[in-house]
């Protein structure tokens, strides 16, 4: 038998340790790294769930998480090298304004 | 034992997702994140879901890690690495809410308990059937819409990363 109960306290875990980053790094790309690894936390509890409760509905939901993180990556990174091309930086401190 | 392997690989997703977070060098953070990756994808595995595990592995680890580390070759952050993570008051606050945000958690997940209808397949039945071949019989047959969906969802994201990612807008856009 599986921990169950367990493994859904190590997705929490995972998916706070992702809210930290985001909330204390200024790097864009380190923030954008922990929203990756707040979204594995919620494959992870999705996929307990699903073998808990003897379903796979959870498995496909895994599997569109998974396609929708891959084209927000590609269309992510490629804002994060357009402003640093207007502001030489990533920091999102100094990132303040709307227009270029 | 299966579950003696669970535990190791959930404490070192954990040690490397901290040192994901709280390593100042951006490269040092990707491939930590690879490491929580590889053990997310063999818990994966150890709770039965092959597939999901194998594609963790291809997508995440393989082609979201790599277009991560070849961003940050491409920046140059000399500058910021020399920095501190963030200003001390940010960090204490940042690091107290998470905590918060986790004992809710914790809450919520101790006063339930997993409970629902259940659905047809058990994981013996699974292991019987194959996991690959239930979940196509699955995407293909009641998720045949969201499917088609998600093709277009990454083609918008193609044509996004590339319009985004050129270097100068030509004059008659």
Do not use: C
């Not at chain 1, 923030?31 to 959870?58: C, K, P, W, Y």
């Not at chain 1, 590609?74 to 304004?97: F, P």
């Not at chain 2, 308990?113 to 979940?135: D, F, H, M």
């Amino acid at each position: 038998m599986i921990p169950a109960t367990n493994l859904l306290i190590l997705g929490a875990i995972l998916f706070s340790i992702g809210v930290i980053g985001v909330l204390i790094r200024r790097n864009a790309i380190v923030i954008f790294m922990s929203i990756e690894l707040m979204l594995n936390s919620v494959n992870l509890t999705f996929i307990v769930l699903a073998r808990q409760l003897h379903s796979l509905d959870g498995q496909i939901f895994v599997f569109f998480i998974m396609t929708v993180a891959a084209a927000e990556v590609a269309v992510g990174l490629a804002l994060i090298i357009s402003a640093y091309r207007l502001r030489a930086t990533i920091n999102v401190d100094e990132i303040n304004l709307l227009n270029g | 034992m299966v579950t003696v392997l669970l535990y190791l690989f959930g404490i070192l997703a954990i040690l490397s997702a901290l040192g994901m977070v709280f390593h100042r060098n951006p490269v040092y953070s990707a491939l930590f994140l690879v490491v929580t990756f590889f053990s997310l994808a063999s818990i994966y595995a150890l709770l039965g879901a092959q597939f999901l595990s194998i594609i963790q592995v291809m997508v995440y680890a393989g082609a979201i890690m790599v277009l991560f580390v070849f961003v940050i070759m491409l920046l140059n952050l000399r500058k910021e690495v020399r920095l501190p993570i963030g200003k001390p008051a940010q960090v204490i606050f940042g690091v107290i809410f998470g905590l918060l945000l986790f004992v809710e958690g914790l809450l919520i997940i101790k006063s339930g308990s997993i409970s629902g209808t259940l659905g047809r397949y058990p994981q013996a039945k699974v292991n019987v059937i194959g996991n690959v071949e239930a979940l196509g019989n699955l995407l293909f047959t009641k998720y045949l819409f969201p499917f088609e969906l998600a093709s277009i969802i990454l083609l918008v994201g193609m044509i996004g990363a590339i319009i985004l990612g050129r270097k100068k807008m030509p004059k008659e856009l």
